[in-house]
């Protein structure tokens, strides 16, 4: 099974802040990666697809890059709405999803 | 507007058995694979299995095959997850999705409590 292990587990920032969360695959799978948006009591909203395509309707400040094993989500200025949890996933191979990163308000 | 409803989530004791309905609306249902997630409390996402557009290709997570049997009705727009011999383990909010690479729409999910 592929792991994907995602750091950090937990990132105080503020408002304006622009932040990186990152994913490490076990083994190389291409740009097979997702991320994730979850919020309490919502579902949760895909972000980015194929490891850098921004889903429609989302913020451009979003945004993602890597292949192979390393991937990174990065928020260019942090916005109210975006403090929730994080998610990488990848589908190269069945599916698997990162630990999760919790974002916080500093 | 893409909608998912799932139903089925229950209270069941170890060892027993449960169905887990998806009403798809919005889209050609017909058209894309699906998918179930669960997040057990206090944990993170795990997915659990997935179903190509026809139904003829299936996938299961390690800790659940030989156990949960996914299924679709084209016909009807429904996606369903079997889940056998379920274990305390299985208690977690069961997701259905769009999809079976990157999730596009996700439900609301229904709860399943596997207790004694």
């Known amino acids: 099974d592929i792991q994907m292990t995602q750091s950090p587990s937990t990132l105080s920032a503020s408002v304006g802040d622009r932040v990186t969360i990152t994913c490490r695959a076990s083994?190389?799978?291409?740009?097979?990666v997702a991320w994730y948006q979850r919020k309490s009591g919502k579902a949760p909203r895909l972000l980015i697809y194929?490891?850098?395509s921004l889903e429609t309707g989302v913020p451009s400040r979003f945004s993602g890059s890597g292949s192979g094993t390393e991937f990174t989500l990065t928020i260019s200025s942090l916005q109210p709405d975006d403090f929730a949890t994080y998610y990488c996933?990848?589908?190269?191979?069945?599916?698997?999803f990162g630990q999760g990163t919790k974002l916080e308000i500093k | 507007e893409v909608q998912l409803v799932e139903s089925g989530g229950d209270l069941v004791q170890p060892g027993g058995s449960l169905r887990l309905s998806c009403t798809a609306s919005?889209?050609?249902?017909?058209?894309?694979?699906m998918s179930w997630v669960r997040q057990a409390p206090g944990k993170g996402l795990e997915w659990v299995s997935g179903?190509?557009?026809?139904?003829?290709?299936?996938f299961y997570a390690g800790s659940v095959k030989g156990r949960f049997d996914i299924s679709r009705d084209n016909s009807k727009n429904t996606l369903f997850l079997q889940m056998n011999s379920l274990r305390v383990e299985d208690t977690a909010v069961y997701y259905c999705?769009?999809?079976?690479?990157?999730?596009?729409?996700w439900g609301q999910g229904t709860l399943v409590s596997v207790s004694s």
């Open positions: 999705a769009q999809g079976y690479g990157a999730l596009d729409s």
């Open positions: 919005g889209f050609t249902f017909s058209d894309f694979g």
């Open positions: 179903i190509s557009y026809t139904g003829n290709n299936t």
């Open positions: 083994q190389s799978i291409s740009n097979w």
């Open positions: 194929k490891a850098s």
């Open positions: 996933q990848q589908y190269y191979s069945l599916v698997t």
